[in-house]
């Protein structure tokens, strides 16, 4: 591994599937408290500035983070054509559960305490991933997030999840309150003032990565 200005270290990841590998980056911190998986959302990848932003300030708290790739490139490529396959919360969320399976493999996380972080329908991908895996995952946080595509998982899910909504994202606030009523598990709405669904405002960002980091080290370290 590399190591990072920080004092982080720092590795390449590919992880096979049936259909190629899943490629990610993985950064850990010394005296790392907890690890944080990111799902990201429709058409997004591991390189997504936003979700990097977030993963560097949740590093400067002790998190160890897996930035990955849910999709093979050669999926990538047709989901880009076809846009279908972001929409598969089913395949999204064995992916997902895959790259939390092969992170207890590796020496630098196997102790560490997981959660996900999900933008988009990666945030359905970690509920339903979370659900699937009762008492393995301690905390979600959905950014700008549609875990109401999780249906029936919102019930089962146990890990406490932290649902940040954007003020100026309507459709996305009362979709969210809708899903948040249905859990069962610890469950919290913060809505950012003024943020649209990609939090570009200035500030907002930095507002979600705060809430994350909160999140995290509470129920994670």
Do not use: C
């Not at 932003?53 to 708290?61: C, H, I, M, Q």
């Not at 999204?92 to 630098?108: H, N, P, V, Y």
């Not at 970690?126 to 009762?134: D, E, F, G, R, S």
């Amino acid at each position: 591994m590399s190591a990072g200005a920080t004092g982080s270290t720092q590795r390449d990841v590919a992880i096979p599937v049936d259909s190629g590998a899943m490629l990610g980056t993985l950064r850990v911190p010394p005296r790392a408290r907890g690890l944080v998986i990111f799902a990201h959302g429709s058409g997004s990848g591991r390189l997504s500035p936003r979700n990097r932003f977030v993963a560097e300030e949740l590093e400067s708290a002790g998190l160890a983070t897996l930035l990955i790739d849910l999709l093979t490139a050669e999926e990538e490529a047709i989901d880009r054509r076809t846009a279908h396959l972001r929409f598969d919360i089913g395949l999204l969320a064995a992916r997902l559960a895959r790259a939390k399976d092969a992170s207890a493999t590796w020496s630098e996380t196997a102790q560490l305490r997981v959660g996900y972080f999900g933008a988009s329908t990666g945030a359905a991908a970690a509920v339903v991933a979370a659900a699937q895996a009762p008492g393995a995952i301690g905390a979600i946080v959905s950014r700008g997030g549609r875990p109401d595509l999780a249906r029936d998982a919102l019930r089962r899910i146990e890990a406490p999840t932290l649902l940040i909504v954007g003020g100026a994202d309507p459709v996305v606030l009362d979709l969210n309150r809708e899903a948040m009523h249905t859990m069962r598990a610890q469950a919290q709405l913060v809505v950012v003032p003024n943020a649209t669904h990609l939090f570009e405002e200035p500030g907002a960002l930095e507002d979600v990565a705060r809430l994350a980091r909160a999140w995290f080290l509470r129920h994670l370290g």
